[in-house]
């Protein structure tokens, strides 16, 4: 029982937000990198509240480039483990970007080109958003959990092509997430030139796999096995709402 929760510590003290929110001041500069990553990791769902409180893309593209800098810059204040920080990355996050939002002396959106794309396809992406528009903590909390479901089915992916399994991971990914139909496992074997139980059994790996990554990129983003275990939850939620 000891080891397990030794091996549970180790695990969550590694973490890109445990690191951000329980460093001492000698090694700041470690938990802001660490804060960085994830905040660059998340930049998307900082941009689509930002889009759904009404700013035009120009506008959401500054915003979000300026709130970042603000959150993660040389001068910004470390999170602190004691502080309002404590909790999983996602709720922190939205909260720094409401303080942002209605603090008067916050950087006005400077945009010298009204018309020009916003950067790494931001605005493309919000364009493929539903058209009723749910509220921007919705959108916010949505886009959150659809970044982690899409990192981890990029590494999925990854693994496959390393592996030399591509192919029959482009066939079984849509299967992650609901059970084959009646002769879909006989029609991916043809083609594939497999045998349906070897899809089946490839399946499970596969599922059991995408759990494990689905925990692993949700375990940066929080500090305590209990906050893993909340974020999970939330994630099946607003998954169950965005494919629904």
């Not at 929110?21 to 804060?35: C, I, K, M, P, Y």
């Not at 035009?56 to 910004?76: D, H």
């Not at 009723?132 to 970044?147: C, T, V, Y």
């Not at 059991?208 to 692993?216: N, S």
Request: aromatic residues 6%; proline residues 5%.
């Amino acid at each position: 029982m000891t080891s397990i929760s030794i091996d549970t510590q180790e695990r969550f003290a590694a973490t890109r937000w445990s690191i951000a929110t329980h460093v001492g001041t000698a090694e700041a500069d470690g938990a802001r990198n660490a804060l960085g990553e994830l905040s660059n990791r998340f930049r998307y769902p900082v941009y689509v509240y930002l889009r759904r409180c009404g700013h035009t893309s120009a506008a959401a593209a500054a915003l979000t480039q300026g709130f970042l800098s603000q959150l993660t810059g040389e001068t910004a204040p470390v999170p602190d483990g004691g502080s309002t920080a404590q909790g999983p990355y996602r709720v922190y996050l939205l909260a720094r970007l409401r303080s942002f939002l209605a603090a008067k002396d916050r950087p006005a959106a400077m945009s010298p080109a009204n018309d020009r794309e916003t950067p790494d396809g931001l605005e493309d992406r919000y364009r493929r958003e539903p058209v009723d528009a749910p509220s921007p903590e919705q959108s916010f909390q949505r886009a959150f959990a659809l970044q982690i479901l899409d990192r981890t089915l990029r590494r999925l992916r990854s693994e496959a092509r390393q592996t030399g399994h591509l192919d029959m991971y482009e066939r079984l990914e849509p299967l992650l997430a609901r059970e084959p139909v009646s002769g879909e496992y006989e029609a991916i074997a043809a083609k594939l030139g497999s045998r349906p139980l070897v899809l089946t059994l490839a399946l499970k790996r596969l599922r059991q796999r995408f759990r494990e990554l689905v925990a692993d990129e949700l375990a940066d983003t929080v500090a305590s096995e209990a906050d893993l275990a909340s974020e999970q939850d939330v994630l099946l939620i607003e998954l169950g709402g965005a494919q629904g």
